[in-house]
């Protein structure tokens, strides 16, 4: 399997690149960065693009991939819906739309969030523009499109998120973190179960396209 990565160093791109790189069925994984990482990894190979919103340079890259890890996200907090839609909706459509158009075999994942808002009408700002992205996403013709949601998640392998908010709060909640993951196995995430559940669904599909907390834990088998 060939998989095309966006947003490689966050909290979720960072897992995803993980598990592919430990997956001995991952062929090659084409990392898509603004910047150059300078550091070289077996089975990838790193495309510096600057502008994320006009793939077309690149496309013909994504010709020969099977799937898409689409793990760039940023916090609302902040933000005005201006900026947020840009940089959520604007950017998405244009990477999915672009590698559409280079194949349509392709399987799309895309990292969403908890309460994402599929009728685009309630009264949270992000929870509607993710939800605007969703079903943008859902409408296009891939092979098969699968919406990741996951709530809390439990960094695992030395990962942290790149939002220093998260980080300030992932110290003195770890061990909560940990406990809830005994108590509510259903409801919490780990990086590693969200790389695995990913591969999955990449190489089998699933039964549905909405992926909530409990059927990512299903897919990617987490280890307690």
Request: charged letters at 20%; one cysteine or more.
């Amino acid at each position: 399997m060939r998989v095309v990565l966006f947003g490689a160093t966050g909290m979720v791109g960072a897992s995803a690149l993980i598990e592919c790189l430990a997956d001995p069925r991952v062929e090659s994984v084409l990392v898509v960065r603004r910047t150059p990482s300078g550091v070289s990894l077996p089975k990838v190979t790193e495309i510096v693009h600057s502008d994320f919103f006009d793939f077309r340079p690149i496309q013909a890259r994504f010709a020969d991939c099977d799937a898409c890890f689409f793990c760039l996200g940023v916090s609302a907090v902040g933000m005005s819906e201006e900026d947020y839609h840009r940089l959520t909706y604007d950017l998405t459509l244009a990477a999915a739309r672009s590698m559409l158009a280079a194949n349509a075999k392709l399987t799309f994942c895309y990292v969403s969030g908890a309460g994402t808002d599929s009728t685009e009408r309630g009264h949270t700002m992000w929870a509607q523009v993710k939800g605007k992205t969703e079903n943008a996403l859902l409408r296009l013709p891939f092979k098969a499109v699968y919406l990741f949601r996951p709530g809390a998640i439990q960094p695992l392998h030395g990962i942290r998120s790149r939002t220093l908010l998260y980080r300030l709060l992932y110290v003195p909640l770890t061990p909560l973190l940990a406990l809830l993951r005994l108590l509510l196995p259903n409801q919490m995430l780990t990086t590693e179960s969200i790389g695995q559940a990913m591969l999955a669904v990449a190489r089998h599909g699933a039964a549905k396209q909405v992926l909530e907390a409990p059927d990512i834990n299903a897919l990617g088998r987490p280890t307690l």
